[in-house]
C-alpha cells in the first residue's frame, strides 16, 4: 500500500458531529479520502471487519477488540456532564425499575454498557433488557434508551415522566466526563500509512476547533434536520466536546475498568493505547 492510495474514513451521520463534520466537508477535498457515513454500531462493525481505516467508533468498541486498534490523539465525542443527545425514557425512577422491561438502542453499544452500568453498579437495580430492532416495542417496555438524533426528537415529545441524561449521570456518580466515542485506526493502517495518518488527524482537530467557532452558523444550518430551533440546536452542541484531554482519558479508563470487572470488555483494553505516530 502506498501513500497515494485512498482511506476509508469513518463518521458518524448524527447532528452530534456537525461541528466538525461540517467544516471537513466545506474545508477537505482529498478524493483519496473516502467517507462513509453510518451509525456508530454499523461503523464498529466496518472497521472490525477491515473495511475502513479509520474512523469514529462507540468507545466499546475498542474495549472489545483493543489489539486491533490505536486511539488518535486529541479527539472524541464526549462530555463533561450531560451530553444532550443520550437519554433513558422511562415511566418510573430508575431505582423503580428492578425487573421491568427497558428496551435499549441498536446503535450505540457504549450506551447499551453504560446504561447497564448506571442501573447496576450505581442503582443496584436489575432491570430485563431488550434490543430495539430485535421484536421489542418500545410500549411494551417501561423504559426506552435513545441516542443521537432520535434522542433530541423524543425528548420534544411527551410521553416519559423520567428523563436521564446518561453523561449527567456518570459524572455526578464518578466526577469524570464521559467518553461516548473515539477515532480509532487500524493497526495495520498505523504501520503502513503513518504520513496520511498525521495529515488527517491535523485536519480533524482542525476541523473540530473551527467548528465550535461557528457555532452559531452551523447550528442554524443543520437543526432542520432533527428538527429544532436553532438556538435549541446551539446550546445542544454546546454541550458536545471533540478533545481527549487527560481528565477524557480518565473517564475512558473508568468506564473500561466497569466494562472489564463485568466481563463486557477485554482486559487488555487498559492501558488505553494512544496513537503516537501523529505526534
Known sequence: MTEREGV?????????????????KETVHNPAWQVVEAAPAELNHMLARGELDLGIVSSHEYADHPGL?????????????????????SRFAPEELDGKRVCLSSQSKTSNGLIKIIFEDFYDVRPVYCLAGDGAE???????????????????????????????????????PFVFAVWAVSERFVARRSACLREIHRQLVRCAQEGRDRLPEISSRVAPRIPMAPQDCRRYLQGIEFDLGPDKLRGLEAFYQYLIRRGEAMPQALPVKICTTVA
Open 8 to 24: 476509508r474514513i469513518g463518521m458518524v451521520n448524527f447532528i452530534n458531529t456537525a461541528a466538525l463534520y461540517e467544516v471537513w
Open 69 to 89: 486498534y490505536q486511539i488518535l490523539p486529541g479527539l472524541s465525542i464526549s462530555s463533561t456532564g450531560a451530553v444532550g443527545s443520550v437519554f433513558l425514557f
Open 138 to 176: 418500545t410500549s411494551d417496555c417501561q423504559a426506552v434508551l435513545a441516542i443521537g438524533d432520535q434522542a433530541l426528537r423524543m425528548k420534544g415529545e411527551a410521553g416519559f415522566p423520567y428523563v436521564l441524561d446518561l453523561g449527567d449521570v456518570w459524572q455526578r456518580r464518578t466526577t469524570l
